[in-house]
T-cell receptor
Framework: AQSVTQPDIHITVSEGASLELRCNYSYGATPYLFWYVQSPGQGLQLLLKYFSGDTLVQGIKGFEAEFKRSQSSFNLRKPSVHWSDAAEYFCAVGAGDSSASKIIFGSGTRLSIRP | DTGVSQNPRHKITKRGQNVTFRCDPISEHNRLYWYRQTLGQGPEFLTYFQNEAQLEKSRLLSDRFSAERPKGSFSTLEIQRTEQGDSAMYLC????????????FGQGTRLTVV
């Protein structure tokens, strides 16, 4: 069955420091991978997605993620975090074919920013 | 505003009552999803529509839950005989057809069953 694991429940980094959020997926075929961000009181917003091609994908707000098939990973990175990046981050995998598609989410990583 | 709209934003109900939530997707999107999110967890898939057809339902969706999308536009999610365990945020999302297009989420309806 398709699944997503985010091993870090909560991460705190200093403002200006680099960030890496881990994501591992389980899926038999070529996965469709996503990172979403959820700020308090806000809906889920897509940061970036990977379907095929270049394994390093760029997203909004300066985020990027790298797809590594050999490690079944899709880690999210940002070179320098800002206080406004404090939020919950969800990794997700698209499952099923075109007739039964759904997105399966991990349990999330809460990011706190230290001033 | 052309985003996904959910109503109401908050709902408090007594155990055993029925509740209905509404989702208005982005107008040109033919795919619509319902998810449930509890505190500290990621969204859990409930069901999915392509136009008016309900193509998949999660085992999480018990017989007390029913979803409709009568004309392929807005959707409703009804919970009958609510239980305290139904307390959660119910999220709706929509996307356009064609592989896994970006899913746009509404802000959700927070249900509290007392």
């Amino acid at each position: 069955a398709q699944s997503v694991t985010q091993p870090d429940i909560h991460i705190t980094v200093s403002e200006g420091a680099s960030l890496e959020l881990r994501c591992n997926y389980s899926y038999g075929a070529t996965p469709y991978l996503f990172w979403y961000v959820q700020s308090p009181g806000q809906g889920l917003q897509l940061l970036l997605k990977y379907f095929s091609g270049d394994t390093l994908v760029q997203g909004i707000k300066g985020f990027e993620a790298e797809f590594k098939r050999s490690q079944s990973s899709f880690n999210l990175r940002k070179p320098s975090v800002h206080w406004s990046d404090a939020a919950e981050y969800f990794c997700a995998v698209g499952a099923g074919d075109s007739s039964a598609s759904k997105i399966i989410f991990g349990s999330g990583t809460r990011l706190s920013i230290r001033p | 505003d052309t985003g996904v709209s959910q109503n109401p934003r908050h709902k408090i109900t007594k155990r055993g009552q029925n509740v209905t939530f509404r989702c208005d997707p982005i107008s040109e999107h033919n795919r619509l999803y319902w998810y449930r999110q509890t505190l500290g967890q990621g969204p859990e898939f409930l069901t999915y529509f392509q136009n008016e057809a309900q193509l998949e339902k999660s085992r999480l969706l018990s017989d007390r839950f029913s979803a409709e999308r009568p004309k392929g536009s807005f959707s409703t999610l009804e919970i009958q005989r609510t239980e305290q365990g139904d307390s959660a945020m119910y999220l709706c999302a929509s996307s356009s057809q064609g592989g896994f297009g970006e899913a746009f989420f509404g802000q959700g309806t927070r249900l509290t069953v007392v």
